[in-house]
């Protein structure tokens, strides 16, 4: 009966580690651009790959779940939109065999004039996968 009971908590915790695999995890990611605004923002996030990419906004709390980090925003695809004032972390991901995968690369390009970031995540064959733009939001 014990041997059983210990089985059984081996395959609970092997099954769980397969579930959560597949969940995206961008907290673990070493490169996490940070931008911040006292005013509210608008935002532009194009891709260039047939791959597909997330991007995660996460926003840190002090104590608070997956190391501290809670994701505040995700976006796929071409889009645009608004982001509250704040202080924000930007991870793309993206998803291969069914894993999620950090970016090779995060490079923060030149920006210009009004802008807050301009930032390009890129997978290991380089290129810039995924930009996206933070501009201060039109009043």
Request: with cysteine; aromatic share 10%; proline share 6%.
């Amino acid at each position: 009966m014990r041997r059983f009971a210990l089985t059984a908590a081996m395959c609970a915790i092997a099954i769980g580690s397969v579930a959560h695999a597949a969940e995206p995890r961008p907290w673990l990611c070493r490169d996490k651009p940070v931008f911040s605004s006292g005013h509210p923002m608008s935002y532009r996030l194009t891709t260039s790959s047939r791959t597909h990419w997330e991007l995660f906004l996460m926003q840190f709390t002090p104590g608070g779940g997956h190391d501290g980090f809670d994701i505040a925003q995700s976006l796929a695809g071409a889009s645009s939109g608004q982001l509250a004032a704040g202080q924000y972390f930007a991870v793309a991901l993206h998803r291969a065999g069914g894993n999620w995968i950090c970016p090779a690369n995060v490079d923060e390009e030149h920006s210009t004039a009004g802008t807050i970031t301009n930032l390009c995540f890129s997978a290991p064959d380089g290129g810039c996968s995924v930009k996206f733009v933070v501009t201060p939001a039109a009043p």
